[in-house]
T-cell receptor, first 116, second 115 residues
């Protein structure tokens, strides 16, 4: 069965600090997709990134970057120069292709608190 | 226009009551989902429908009955509400049944409180 682990329950940083959110996944499938979603205090789920298992290139989008390493089954998320608006719960998630259906399995989330 | 809309946003009710949450998507997607987020923020899939056909049922108590009158709507009816049903319920949609290269579009959630 697939599983996503976000060991960091809560992280507190001061504005402008860099912060990395860890995500470790388990899957028996060779083809899968990994996601990060953000849930701000307002409660909605905001899509951040999707990465397939054949693409190990790291990705950067503004202050956000993602490090995908199949060798360690990790898909970590780094926020550079954090801002108060980054305060949210961040979820890592996984879809296995061979299930045939788009069943998104979420980690337990990491709450990020950025103080001024 | 909101892509995936849920109503109501907040629902407060007594134990034993029956309630419904409605969800509509205007994206033309074929697949819709219900997820439950508990008090610890854990998100878990409950159901998925593809073109009005049930394709995922994650061992949810049969007090929960999803209904999809058409592919743009997926409603969730809950009978005999219990305290443990208190949670935030998210509706979501995606374009294709096996489109794992697509993301899910989520509604803004319905916070259900059972007293």
């Amino acid at each position: 069965a697939q599983k996503v682990t976000q060991a960091q329950t809560e992280i507190s940083v001061v504005e402008k600090e860099d912060v990395t959110l860890d995500c470790v996944y388990e899957t028996r499938d060779t083809t899968y997709y990994l996601f990060w979603y953000k849930q701000p205090p307002s409660g909605e789920l905001v899509f951040l990134i999707r990465r397939n298992s054949f693409d190990e290139q790291n990705e950067i989008s503004g202050r956000y970057s993602w490090n995908f390493q199949k060798s360690t089954s990790s898909f970590n998320f780094t926020i550079t120069a954090s801002q108060v608006v980054d305060s949210a719960v961040y979820f890592c998630a996984l879809i296995e292709v061979n299930t045939g259906f788009q069943k998104l399995v979420f980690g337990t989330g990491t709450r990020l608190l950025v103080s001024p | 226009d909101t892509a995936v809309s849920q109503t109501p946003k907040y629902l407060v009710t007594q134990m034993g009551n029956d309630k419904s949450i409605k969800c509509e998507q205007n994206l033309g997607h074929d697949t819709m989902y219900w997820y439950k987020q508990d008090s610890k923020k854990f998100l878990k899939i409950m159901f998925s429908y593809n073109n009005k056909e049930l394709i995922i049922n994650e061992t949810v108590p049969n007090r929960f009955s999803p209904k999809s009158p058409d592919k743009a709507h997926l409603n969730l009816h809950i009978n005999s509400l219990e305290l443990g049903d208190s949670a935030v319920y998210f509706c979501a949609s995606s374009p294709l049944r096996q489109a794992t290269n697509e993301k899910l579009f989520f509604g803004s959630g319905t916070q259900l409180s059972v007293l």
